[in-house]
């Protein structure tokens, strides 16, 4: 059983084995049960739960000629054929479509129990599904975080390497955050951020991405050798003023560390600049 499986749960799927295993025991079909609930209670990855309910279902109930996963309406697995009647099962926006022949009383119920089990673990899976997100991006804002930002830019900078490739690497501050939030109070700061990412990202296109480093520090990565010519586009489209300074990558550079710091000293270089033109 996985860690993240809570006691209230964990009653619930005892009392449903214990079920089960005066129902099922007649028919030797209990081990199969039983290899299915721990199997699918030690998954708390989504895609690999669905994977393992689908084939467990397709696999265990002989009168189930095939399995299809519908995700948000679209399909995510297909098993076996789909010539027949079939029963629908929602999980949220996950519809699971079960294509049988005639089925017995006894498969009905085992396919009750399975369903049961899965229901209650499903709800393990989203709270996972949850903590996830919640590390991988920013509460505030929605940008990635600082140590998923350095995952992703890594995994990046490689690629581009790799395939000869060349993006673009932003690095950007806000101006004057601190005098908006001492004037106007932290939520004001926080609108203020929230809408420079926002804006960010109507400019990026997908495999683009916004990490926000701290604070008023963001990098914005693009998979352009002329990334640089959104800076523009976002400065007219958000009330947030900003330094920046920009760099190619890989371009020579050793790591992803050395081309965020070469980017920030770009960065700063305008900032002060910025400062003496207007004293």
Known sequence: MNRYLGDD??????????????????????????????????????????????????????????????????????????????????????????????????????????????EIHYDNVKKFEIMKENAFFDELTGALTRKAGFEMLSKKFHELKRENKIGTLIFIDLDGLKKVNDLHGHLEGDKLLKEFVYVSKEFIRKGDFVVRLGGDEFVIFVNSEHGDAIVSRIKNHTRANFSWGSVNIPAGFKDIVEAIEKADKKMYKQKILKKYKKQ
Not at 34 to 45: A, K
Not at 66 to 89: A, C, H, P, R
Not at 96 to 107: D, L, P, T, V
Request: contains cysteine; charged residues 25%; glycine residues 4%.
């Open 9 to 118: 749960n964990m009653s619930k799927i005892g009392d449903i084995i214990l079920k089960a295993n005066n129902e099922l025991k007649e028919k030797a079909l209990f081990p199969l049960f039983s290899i299915f609930v721990v199997d699918i209670v030690g998954t708390i990855e989504k895609r690999e739960f669905l994977e393992k309910l689908c084939k467990s279902i397709f696999n265990i109930l002989h009168s189930v000629v095939g399995v299809i996963v519908l995700e948000n309406e679209k399909i995510v697995y297909k098993y076996g054929n789909f010539d027949s009647e079939f029963i629908d099962f929602s999980l949220d926006k996950i519809m699971i479509k079960i294509y049988h022949k005639e089925i017995s009383n006894f498969e009905e119920n085992l396919l009750k129990y399975i369903l049961a089990i899965a």
